[in-house]
């Protein structure tokens, strides 16, 4: 018995739980790109998949609706891979673990992909559907939206004929997002040397956060887990003699870094104590410091024994430990037109340390380029200062607003008749796809919508299934009134 079957709507949820099946992490995208290639032959639909897994599905026009403008129905068909530290998941061949709890789809223990996997669900139950009155569809589904909106970028848009966008990787029903942030991964190569120490060998752990998407929670006040190992080994230096041997934490540079471990060798027992007594004290001090968002924060010790490690030459350890205590992090600027958005942003979201380098990635964001690349030189700048390299990798433009939208104005009045209120009519500070599209599709008018969902790219992903049924009757119903 399927998981979904008794969750409403039938069929997009039918979808969604097809999807749940298909390994689609970012950049492991062939299988789930063939499966909407099978969908559209079984349906008998005319089809483009491109050399990037970009996939097109078109579905001719309903009856009485041939001369309405098209429409392009648009998510993405990549998720983020995260779970839980005692969860054992192979995101590249096991299925998802999805169950159903208090009204609530969650895969237990991982991320769900709900971002953006209902958008395909959406798209896939309006291609088969034979009773839903709407204009010509263009169901494009993209690749690698979460490392960068790679599919996007790589996509010829001259497949696309429509000029009304219907963006599905919101996840606030009730709202339409209708501008978003532009944004970039800004990666630093540092360069490190290493010499061979001997000591009492320690695993540090900082654990527990709540993490999160940078751009949706990062005007949260949520710590991230690679800035705080930053401060614990910068202070630990005034209470014990420690060498440096390994360091890394977090795995896309759009989610909060949960959790991040460093390796370090004390040079005596009495050294190691006194670390464990250091970690206790951070532990309760980053507890107080982060009340109301973090309060799980942990800071674990393992004692492993006398070792030799290749550690850290002590001028390569000041290097890491400067570029840590002065890489920006969190909410840059506030909008100064739009109250409570977040204007620029930026999160330190990968860091590793290998025998040759410290590689760190941030996630820069804003509505305004000109301050996005501002953060981004002062990155760039800071790696230069400490001897490294600076490369930008996956920048995509803003999405801005559109003063006139037909678009926007027949789905607002859609809502209003359907709930008797306004929708809210929002900016966000997230990224999204339609900020590519807008720049490469003359005259496009796009919104974005999309059902309720909590903690995504986070293992406590969930997605609410009321609100994924509201929202579908919003769509169906929207789709029906753009006759003109």
């Known amino acids: 018995m399927a998981v979904l079957e008794n969750c409403e709507p039938k069929r997009v949820f039918h979808y969604f739980e097809e999807i749940t099946k298909i390994p689609h992490g970012s950049g492991n995208t062939k299988q789930i790109s063939d ?7 079984e349906q008998g639909l005319k089809y483009v998949q491109d050399e990037l897994n970009n996939v097109v599905i078109y579905k001719p026009a309903s ?9 392009i129905i648009q998510g993405h068909m990549d998720m983020v891979c995260e779970k839980r530290p005692d969860v054992e998941h192979d995101f590249t061949k096991d299925p998802l673990n999805i169950s159903v709890k208090d009204g609530y789809i969650t895969a237990n223990g991982t991320t769900l992909g709900g971002d953006d996997g209902i958008a395909v669900a959406y798209g896939l139950a309006l291609l088969e559907s034979k009773d839903i009155s709407h204009p010509a569809l263009e169901v494009l589904i993209t690749v690698d939206e979460e490392i960068g909106l790679l599919g996007a970028v790589g996509l010829d848009c001259s497949v696309l004929k429509g000029r009304r966008l219907i963006n599905l990787d919101s996840e606030a029903e009730g709202s339409l997002w209708i501008s978003c942030a532009g944004g970039l991964s800004g990666i630093s190569h540092i360069p490190v040397q290493r010499t061979e120490v001997s000591g009492e060998n320690l695993e540090i752990k900082i654990c527990g956060l709540m993490g999160g998407h940078s751009g949706a929670e990062i005007d949260k006040n949520r710590a991230n887990a690679n800035l705080l190992m930053g401060r614990f080994l910068y202070g630990l230096k005034k209470k014990a003699s420690y060498e440096l041997y390994s360091l890394e934490g977090g795995q896309k540079d759009n989610a909060i870094t949960r959790e991040a471990a460093a390796g370090i060798l004390a040079e005596t027992p009495e050294d190691a104590a006194q670390i464990k007594e250091y970690a206790a004290l951070m532990e309760k001090n980053f507890r107080e410091e982060y009340t109301g968002s973090d309060e799980g924060i942990t800071i674990l010790v393992t004692e492993k024994g006398k070792d030799s490690k290749q550690v850290l030459h002590p001028t390569s350890r000041e290097k890491v430990l400067f570029y840590l205590m002065n890489i920006p992090f969190g909410v840059q600027k506030m909008s100064g037109s739009i109250e409570g958005l977040v204007e620029t942003s930026t999160n330190l979201g990968i860091l590793k340390l290998t025998d040759t380098e410290l590689m760190a990635s941030s996630g820069v964001r804003s509505s305004v380029e000109s301050a996005r690349d501002a953060i981004s030189d002062k ?20 999405w801005e607003y559109r003063k006139d939208s037909p678009l926007r104005d027949k789905m607002v009045a859609v809502y209003e008749e359907m709930y008797g209120e306004k929708p809210n009519v929002v900016a966000i500070h997230a990224g999204l796809e339609c900020g590519l599209f807008y720049k490469k599709i003359q005259d496009l008018d796009c919104v974005s919508l999309g059902p309720n969902m909590k903690d995504i790219h986070t293992s406590e992903e969930v997605l609410d299934i009321a609100s994924t049924r509201r929202v579908w009757e919003y769509l169906v119903k929207s789709l029906e009134n753009l006759k003109d």
């Open 35 to 41: 499966y909407l290639v099978n969908f559209a032959k």
């Open 63 to 71: 009856a009485g609706y041939e001369n309405a403008p098209t429409v």
């Open 379 to 398: 990155i760039e700048y800071l790696t230069e200062f400490l001897g490294g390299e600076y490369e930008i990798q996956g920048a995509y433009p803003a």
